[in-house]
């Protein structure tokens, strides 16, 4: 078995297969954290009293040693399904019964255009987050493009570390996609009591540099002056590994219920994957996800290594989780605008909308 990453998809599926009873070899190869798999949400949330961002492996690596997990650091640059091969950088071919491709996904770029060659800031691994951090030491404000979870948890992160920050966010609220509008206010309201400013409706048209500092433009004509441009617009599903492959991709490589790619011997599991989200027939999905992540790996993991192709569905129900100053919001399940919402609030500090 042949894994390509080593986030919490690749350690889930890893573990599962050594569950399930299969007793044959586990690769798993990936260009970032495949000694020392780390978990990724603490990225965005650190404090003054760390120097450095601490790293939390996903499970000990004794537990991977112990389930004679192989880690290799290296970069997959092609699948061959007939071969059944993957070739890394070096031109190494690693043969697979089967491979699993848990590639997740990549910070989501402003356009050459837009950045004009300005130094912009992006969190997808721990290098950013180092590179963020490091950079918040000498800097008094930072512009923040994006009001989404990773745009405010960042957001929260500078602000707890001194800088002042700006949010810039292209819709008329808070997290539209994934919370109703009274839990929207309630985030925007802690980052109000904790001195965050916010521009919506913001188009960002040009970012360069003045030489003490960096200039951000906006559609509406506004100029704002700040010493670090960090970027939350999303992400892009990895897929390029798949590609090469010729499998089937759409908003994420397309797998059906087993996890199981247009390749019947490949599979992919957690960011990269666009899946059913209610079975093989309902509305193809992707969701950036820890938990789903872990349980798509999981099942992954159970189906690659089924002797008898007995393959188990998935039955995934969506959930999402953020902290931000020490609170946290969760979700379960899906939001949409057609939805009606009924509030409850038990005290100042617990609220729960239904849909």
Known sequence: MVIVGAGHAAVRAALSMRKTGYDGTITMIAADGADTPYERPPLSKWSPENDTIPVKPIVPTDQLDEN????????????????????????????????????????????????????????????????????????????????????????????????????????DRLLSRAVSHPVAQIVHQLHLENGVTFCFGAKVTDLHDTGTARLVCLGNGDKLETDIVVAGI??????????TANIAIGNGIVVNDHMQTSSPDIFAAGDCCSFPLHGEKARMTRLESWQAAGEQGELAGRNMASDLNDFAPGMLTPWFWSEQYGHVLQVAGMSSTSLTTTERRYGADHHVSFG
């Open 68 to 171: 004679q997990i192989t880690r290799k650091t290296a970069w997959a640059v092609s699948i061959d399904p007939a071969d059944k091969s993957l070739k890394l950088d070096d031109g190494t071919l690693v043969p697979y019964e089967r491979l699993l491709l848990a590639t997740g996904a990549r910070a989501r770029r402003l356009s050459d255009q837009i950045c004009n060659g300005s130094d912009v800031h992006y969190l997808r691994n721990y290098n950013d987050a180092s590179a963020l951090k490091n950079a918040s030491i000498a800097a008094k404000n930072a512009v923040v493009i994006g009001g989404g979870f990773i745009g405010l948890e960042v957001a929260a992160s500078l602000t707890r570390n001194g800088v002042s920050v700006h949010i810039l966010e292209m819709a």
């Open 234 to 243: 999303g992400s892009e599903p990895e897929t390029r590994l798949a590609s």
